[in-house]
């Protein structure tokens, strides 16, 4: 791979053991995907923040980096909010280790907000074309295919090299090449709500690692592309799909239909709403919503579905803090139910999760990986049944 000057002398170890270091990583996956250069970066997003997959390993890992990132950089989620992690259940060593960890990239110059919804933040745009290295699954699922910028799925640590240099080794989703669907997904129902979360799930399976065109019959909308990005990155590893008429680059450019097609039924969908994933043998105890990170728009439609209800179970919604702190009186109405509003974690990577045995989730996301990471079961549904199965919402 092609360096310049510049970055030969950081190779050479010129400002410091850092950046050399991240260098080396650098060149590393440069040198493995045939890469010819590296490329400046817009933004990074950084995962492995959770001391619950970071442990203690991690934490001395990014305790040890020194200097500062050279473009704008923030987390993915923590493992407890920050402020009300008590109320979580967090006990004290744990929220011990997370300050330590989030103090540790504080230090290298990386915002505070930890999530998986950067897109949403008013000071960390994204626009079409733009190089990035982000790492959690969703956020380069959206990155790549609603906002048509590029990025690979960078791992924690190549994220936060990429950042401390500002620029990424061109190859994968930063080449035109790789952007070219290779499987054609044909919706053969109108859809809603939860539905796509459920898509999603069916079709990552079925797509594997490939780039998925779909042809469907209803327009989702970006909270719903959202959701069937997460799950088609969780249940499959489709970083890249598109869907025709909708997301940028099928406006833009002329794709050639894929050979190999396949046609997603209604009774595909009904079937996976009755399944649950992992040892269902219990009823629901729970609820959770905001996998990935509620928008403004789906915080209002929660609150909207617990208007005048209580809840009986613990019912958590996952946002970004600034998403929460910029909508008050709907963070406001929905706990005036008992459900919480949490921030800057989720129930995938907070270990508060592990207490309850069932949860109900409108995430397709959540529902593939709540059995693996969090040895809980999970039923999909839409957020009014979530509340109802898995909240025990009832009138008030
Ligand atoms: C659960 C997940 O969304 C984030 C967890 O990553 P981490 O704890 O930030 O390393 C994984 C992913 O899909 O990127
Ligand atoms: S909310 Fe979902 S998408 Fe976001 S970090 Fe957690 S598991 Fe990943």
Not at 105 to 113: C, H
Not at 354 to 383: E, Q, R, W
Request: hydrophobic share 40%; with cysteine; proline share 5%.
């Amino acid at each position: 791979m092609y360096l310049t000057p510049e970055e030969e002398r950081m190779m050479a170890g010129e400002s410091g053991p850092t950046l050399q270091k991240a260098m080396e990583i650098l060149v590393a996956l440069g040198d493995i995907y045939e890469a010819d250069r590296l490329i400046p970066i817009k933004s990074a997003q950084i995962a492995g923040v959770s001391y619950k997959t970071m442990g203690d390993a991690g934490l001395e890992w990014i305790s040890d980096l020194e200097g500062k990132v050279q473009v704008p950089s923030i987390l993915n989620p923590a493992g407890m909010d920050l402020e009300r992690w008590q109320e979580m259940g967090i006990s004290a060593e744990f929220a011990e280790k997370q300050q330590e960890i989030i103090e540790a990239y504080r230090n290298l110059g990386i915002g505070v907000q930890c999530t998986c919804t950067p897109y949403y933040l008013q000071s960390f745009s994204a626009t079409y074309g733009d190089h990035l290295a982000w790492s959690e699954s969703s956020a380069v699922s959206y990155a790549n295919s609603v906002i048509g910028a590029r990025t690979n799925r960078e791992g924690g640590p190549s994220a936060l090299c990429a950042a401390l240099v500002g620029k990424t080794a061109n190859y994968g989703y930063h080449l035109d090449e790789n952007r070219i669907p290779e499987l054609m997904i044909s919706v053969d129902c109108e859809l809603d709500a939860s539905d796509y979360a459920v898509l999603g799930y069916i079709a990552g399976k079925a797509a594997g690692k490939r780039v998925p065109l779909f042809k469907m019959r209803s327009t989702p909308h970006r909270d719903q592309l959202k959701a069937l990005g997460a799950a088609m990155a969780a249940s499959g590893a489709v970083a890249l799909y598109h869907v025709d008429g909708v997301t940028p680059e099928t406006c833009r450019k002329d794709f050639e239909p894929p050979a190999e097609q396949l046609t997603i039924e209604k009774s595909q969908i009904d079937e996976v709403y009755e399944t649950v994933s992992g040892d269902g043998i219990t009823e629901c105890d729970s609820a959770a919503v905001g996998c990935p990170h509620c928008s403004p728009e789906e915080l209002e439609d929660v609150a909207a579905k617990l208007e005048g209800k209580v809840v009986d179970n613990n019912v958590w919604i996952f946002t970004s803090r600034e998403v929460a702190v910029s909508n008050p009186k709907i963070v406001e109405s929905i706990e005036r139910s008992g459900a919480k509003v949490l921030c800057d974690t989720c129930m995938v990577v907070s270990p508060a999760t592990d207490k309850f045995s069932h949860m109900a989730v409108n995430s397709g996301k959540a529902y593939a990986y709540l059995p693996g990471m969090c040895k809980v079961a999970a039923t999909i549904a839409n957020i009014e049944k979530c509340m109802e199965k898995g909240g025990g919402a009832h009138s008030d």
